[in-house]
């Protein structure tokens, strides 16, 4: 008896102490980004775009970043999603009496949301010179595309697998065409749909390699698709880069402003999961 | 009473991930009657209803042979269109699963699908 007791309490202490560890190290990230940032933070930062001197110290914000970002990260997203789900709909409703078919696909899809994102920005550099694009606003939403569409897929996927088997044959018993239960699942899964945007946003701002060469950097906020943009990750890279305590601080404010904005869509999109869970059981 | 059977199931054999499931099933089901199909938990009863509306087709490595026919129309024959079979089929599952839509719209649901709008 006192094994039993002694192998629950070991698991038990065990599972605190990961919780700890993680949570702790929430806390610290954030923490440090707030103490180092907070200093430096000031309305300049997120309503100027860098002045002439902003490299070494002088005037200005990041503005062009943070705008750069947005542009990116919501594009990709919403680029993301006009590909991903027709493609999560199509194997998970019209192939799915070919098992083999659509594991083939998700084995691509997972094998996909292993590469690491260099390779997209390398692939996406790629097709940018096969197509004569330059570093731009357009090549970084290309890249990063190419880097959100195997999350959302396989998010989706998962989301629609969990689709009680019994909404299918309802709609499909009462004679709806495949489409048509496809858009009733899509209505059953609309929680699910902001988790993935979520991810994808999230995994897109936070990006730095696949914009590296693609999006490239501009001091300016840029005004069509063509201009190169700023994102607050390389915003971020080159400030700590620099030898002036002033610029390297500032980095950190960029930090935060980064981690704010991740929040902000954070907390949206839960009220908006919230909203979308109506009608459901 | 001989009537016309509404249903009629010929020599139906269905293998499930080579599982035979139903086994050389032959039967008449009349017109304007109940009829009850009972028997041991997994031998097949929603099975052989599933086949009357051709839900089975979206379960992975079915085969199906045999003929079902309904109204003298054979379900199972290629040209047969799926949803005009099921608008003439319904089946209601053994767990009930409301549409994530309002109780007005669950209802409406089948009959707007095939085109019935705004009669209330």
């Known amino acids: ?281 | 009473m001989t009537t016309t059977p509404h249903i009629s199931v010929q020599n139906l054999n269905v293998h499930i991930e080579n599982q035979h499931i139903l086994k050389d099933i032959s039967i008449n089901i009349p017109n304007k009657s109940v009829t009850s199909i009972i028997g041991p938990s997994g031998c097949g009863k929603t099975t052989l209803l599933k086949s009357f509306n051709r839900l089975l087709d979206n379960i992975p490595n079915v085969k199906i042979d045999g003929k079902v026919l309904v109204d003298g129309e054979n379900i199972y024959d290629p040209s047969v269109e799926v949803t005009h079979i099921r608008k003439k089929m319904g089946l209601l599952s053994q767990r009930p699963y409301p549409l994530p839509m309002s109780v007005y719209d669950n209802v409406a649901y089948g009959p707007r699908i095939h085109g019935i709008r705004k009669k209330k």
């Open chain 1, 1 to 281: 008896m006192i094994k039993r007791k002694l192998e629950e309490l070991f698991f038990k202490t065990l599972m605190i102490l990961a919780t700890i560890v993680v949570t702790g190290s929430f806390f610290l990230i954030v923490g440090t980004i707030f103490s180092k940032g907070i200093p430096y933070m000031n309305l300049d930062m997120i309503t100027k775009t860098p002045g002439g001197g902003f490299y070494i110290g002088k005037e200005g914000g990041v503005l062009n970043a943070i705008i750069g970002s947005l542009y990116i990260a919501g594009g990709a997203t919403v680029l993301g999603l006009m590909i991903s789900i027709p493609v999560a709909i199509y194997i998970n409703m019209y192939i799915d009496g070919k098992r083999f078919t659509s594991n083939i696909i998700r084995l691509a899809f997972d094998v996909l949301f292993g590469i690491p994102s260099i390779v997209y920005g390398a692939f996406g550099f790629l097709i940018m010179v096969y197509f004569g694009i330059r570093a731009s606003l357009l090549g970084g939403i290309i890249a990063v595309t190419l880097l959100v569409i195997p999350i959302l897929v396989r998010t989706l996927d998962e989301v629609i697998r969990t689709v009680p088997r019994e909404l299918r044959d309802a709609t499909l018993s009462l004679g709806a065409t495949r489409w048509e239960m496809a858009k009733v699942v899509l209505r059953q899964i609309r929680p699910g749909i902001f988790t993935a945007i979520l991810l994808s946003f999230g995994r897109g701002i936070g990006d730095v390699a696949s914009v590296l060469f693609t999006a490239g950097f501009s001091d300016n906020i840029p005004t069509s698709l063509h201009e190169p943009a700023a994102t607050l990750p390389l915003a971020i890279f080159f400030q700590l880069g620099s030898p002036v305590e002033e610029v390297q601080g500032r980095a950190y404010a960029s930090a935060l402003i980064l981690t704010i904005v991740v929040l902000i869509i954070t907390v949206l999109s839960q009220l908006l999961i919230k909203k979308f869970s109506k009608h459901k059981i």
